[in-house]
């Protein structure tokens, strides 16, 4: 079957009247790490591997090597293997010639390297499929798209959904075409609430599907940003006085037996089935745990405060916009779980995983839901905070022992490492904030 999809492969460039072709590892980050080869020397790499540093995926957010997390001195810094997935292949409409393949990684054949987010993602997927579910995610991601030199927004003012804001500049008229000539499925379009801040929803996908589209939607963002001389962001907290940029986790799990959403059952008490209590019980049970998945960063933490649209406690509801997991369209058949608190700079692959794996630990434990709040959960003083840093969360990450089996033990080596030596080097740099309040007072 590998030979007949890369023939299959091979045809399809053709066709698209290809001259090189983008092999891209998602990196921890979720950043497309990427060598371009001509069409010509594409099928003997598809079928052999081609070769990339073995670490990259363990570098951090400045791209530093980082020791002791497995991918490096420990393997002497060995080269591994790109695999490209040909069912990923998609053109890329604003390079002639050029299309784009996602690749898994392997140090030689039969040797997959189990740290990647994807194969993390892949393996729970595999686990869901063994207990008899598909499973559908979408992403929806917030970003800000800024002047590349100021890198200050392009207006001021909070008038969301606004007409002439949601296409303020000629980039944002042919930002949409140029996506869905990506292969991406654009549902909507429109400026956020905040000055300059987008999003731009796309459509569900099955399995690594959903996770790939996300990928292949926020390096587009950036990529396309860049070109046309704008600079876009996804990170959650640009400034003190900006609002946060999120990521809604949407998902829920098709029966494998009969194709229909297995979170429906008609008739259900209060619409929801005892399958979409569990799952959603199980990322309440976990949620600091989570925390680290789609929060990796220390900046991701101050978005998640009350009021502002963004979860700030461990909480759900059903359509209650400030809970951590909100229920969609509860006793209809598109009934799903929206978990609402990861980072707009959150990896898709990883905060999918996140979120599967909480959710299929609530199925193993038949967990239920606590009493929802009767108003806002953000009001409501019964429920326990969500961890109000990367330290709080990646210390309950490493006390979860079901969470950390699930994701996996080089996955957890080489995670929890990255992460402690970023927050090493974020914990001794002196901020301006500092020296403008201490420096004249003492």
Known sequence: MAGDSIKDMMAALKKMDARYVRFELPDLHGVSRTKVIPVSKVEGYARKGLNFYGGTIGLDSASAVIGGCGVHEEVSYRDQQLIPDPATLRPVPWLEGTAK?????????????????????ASLLN????????????????????????????????????????????????????????????????????????????????????????????????????????????????????????????????????????????????????????????????AKALQPLIGPTPNCYHRLKP??????????????????????????????????????LSNPYLAAAGVLAAGLLGIKAKGDLPTPSKGPSEDDPKHEKLAGSLEEALAALKKDKAMQDMLGKDFMKLFVTVKEAELARFRSHVTDWERNEYLELY
Not at 186 to 207: K, L
Not at 324 to 334: T, Y
């Open 101 to 121: 393949v996602i690749c898994d990684a392997r140090w030689g054949p039969g040797e997959p390297i189990a740290a990647t987010p994807r194969t993390v993602l």
């Open 307 to 344: 009021h502002t649209f963004a979860p700030s406690n461990i909480s759900w509801g059903v359509e209650d916009r400030t809970a951590m997991v909100r229920i969609k369209h509860a006793g209809g058949e598109d009934c799903h779980v929206e978990m609402r608190a990861a980072s707009g």
């Open 127 to 286: 686990q869901a499929h063994k207990m008899g579910y598909d499973v559908m995610f979408g992403l929806e991601f917030e970003f800000y798209l800024l002047d590349a030199e100021t890198r200050q927004p392009l207006f001021g003012g909070v008038h969301i959904f606004n007409a002439t804001r949601n296409q303020y500049v000629p980039f944002l008229d042919s930002l949409l075409d140029t996506l869905q000539a990506a292969g991406i499925d654009v549902i909507t379009h429109n400026c956020e609430y905040s000055p300059s801040q987008y999003e731009t929803n796309f459509g569900p996908g099955i399995g690594l599907d959903g996770a790939d589209t996300g990928f292949t939607f926020k390096n587009a963002i950036k990529e396309l940003a860049h070109r046309n001389g704008y600079l876009a962001t996804f990170m959650s907290k640009p400034a003190s006085d900006m609002a946060g940029c999120g990521c809604h986790v949407h998902v829920s799990l098709v029966n494998r037996k009969n194709g229909k959403n297995a979170f429906y059952t008609k008739g259900a008490k209060e619409g929801l089935n005892p399958l979409i209590r569990q799952f959603a019980a199980g990322i309440l049970t976990h």
